[in-house]
T-cell receptor, first 113, second 117 residues
Framework: AQSVTQLGSHVSVSEGALVLLRCNYS??????LFWYVQYPNQGLQLLLK??????LVKGINGFEAEFKKSETSFHLTKPSAHMSDAAEYFC???????????FGAGTRLFVKA | EAGVVQSPRYKIIEKKQPVAFWCNPI?????LYWYLQNLGQGPELLIR????????DSQLPKDRFSAERLKGVDSTLKIQPAELGDSAVYLC???????????????FGPGTRLTVL
């Protein structure tokens, strides 16, 4: 069975600091992996996705994530946090044999001035 | 291009009352999803449509929930009767059918926040 674990329900960083949001997955077959962002009272918006091409994936707003099969991880990073990055971030997995998306519980990012 | 449209945005009802949510996906998107999002959690799939066919409704509580997607475009999700535990955000999403059977990006609507009193 697939699952997604996001370590840390809340992460707080200072403006300009590195953002690191952690995601570990379990899947018996090669997965597709996604990061979505959700701003208050809005739906989820795709940040980036891994679909078995390059292991380092670049997304919108300066975010990127690296697929590490040996660690079953897909951590999201951004070199320098901006106030506008404050939101909830969801990691999600789909295995290549199906279409059901499994979302993590989410990590709320706070950015301090 | 218009995104996924959902209405109403907010709904407050008393328990045991019926409620319905409406979703209009992005034009040309054949796949439509309904998700339930509880506070502090990620979305959980309720039902997935490919055109007008419900291809995955295994997580839909069929005793009180129903959904339809007539003509393979708009969709309606209904709860009858609503219970206190149904208070949550109901998200609709759509994705294009790319013909390769590979899961594609989902585009989400803003959701309907349901409060059952």
């Amino acid at each position: 069975a697939q699952s997604v674990t996001q370590l840390g329900s809340h992460v707080s960083v200072s403006e300009g600091a590195l953002v690191l949001l952690r995601c570990n997955y379990s899947s018996s077959v090669p997965p597709y992996l996604f990061w979505y962002v959700q701003y208050p009272n809005q739906g989820l918006q795709l940040l980036l996705k891994y679909t078995s091409a390059a292991t380092l994936v670049k997304g919108i707003n300066g975010f990127e994530a690296e697929f590490k099969k040996s660690e079953t991880s897909f951590h999201l990073t951004k070199p320098s946090a901006h106030m506008s990055d404050a939101a909830e971030y969801f990691c999600a997995v789909i295995h290549t044999g199906g279409f059901k998306t499994i979302f993590g519980a989410g990590t709320r990012l706070f950015v301090k001035a | 291009e218009a995104g996924v449209v959902q209405s109403p945005r907010y709904k407050i009802i008393e328990k045991k009352q019926p409620v319905a949510f409406w979703c209009n996906p992005i034009s040309g998107h054949n796949t439509l999803y309904w998700y339930l999002q509880n506070l502090g959690q990620g979305p959980e799939l309720l039902i997935r449509y490919e055109n007008e066919e419900a291809v995955d409704d295994s997580q839909l509580p069929k005793d009180r929930f129903s959904a339809e997607r007539l003509k393979g475009v708009d969709s309606t999700l209904k709860i009858q009767p609503a219970e206190l535990g149904d208070s949550a955000v109901y998200l609709c999403a759509s994705s294009p059918s790319n013909g390769t059977h590979r899961p594609d990006t989902q585009y989400f609507g803003p959701g309907t926040r349901l409060t059952v009193l």
